[in-house]
C-alpha cells in the first residue's frame, strides 16, 4: 500500500527510531509499503520515519535497480568523497549541495533478521548514507549552506554556474 511521505515540519522526521527486534508478518507488510511508496514516487531512497513509522528500516535502489532491504542499518566504513545536488521526498522540489562518502559499506539485517552487507559507491553510497541519517531524526539540508528550486538548477546549468554553487 503506498503511503503518505511526511514533509519537513513533520515531528516524526526529527526523532530517533528504534531498532527491530520482531522480524515477523508487520515487518514484512512495512517493506512493502515502503518499496510500493517508493517505486511511486520515483525515488532512490526511503526511510521508515518518512512515512511515520519510528523504526530503523531503510529502503535503497542501487545501480542495478534492484530494492535493498535494510533493517537497523549501521555504516561500518566510509572511503574517498564526493559533493554533489541532494534531495529528499521528505523536502520535495528543493536540492542542496551535500559532501558525502564516495564509497560506503553498510551492515544491516535482512527480512527474516539475517546479517546482510553492502559496500556500494557513488550515488548508492550517497543513499545509504541519506537514509541512515533519517533514522536518527536527521535531513540533508543541515549539511548545506543554501537550498536550490529546481528552476534554480536549470537556470545555473544554463548560465554555466553550476561549478560556483557548488563551491559555495
Known sequence: MIKTILQKEDPALHKVCHPITNFDAKLHT????????????????????QIGILRRVVIVMDDDEQYLELINPEIVSEEGEQEGFEGCLSLAGMYGIVKRPMKVKVKAQDRYGNPVEYEREGITARCFCHETEHLDGHMYYEKCGRLFTEAEIDEMLEKGELEEAEEE
Open 30 to 49: 512495512l517493506l512493502k509499503d515502503m518499496t510500493d511508496t517508493l517505486k511511486d514516487s520515483g525515488g532512490l531512497g526511503l526511510a521508515a520515519p
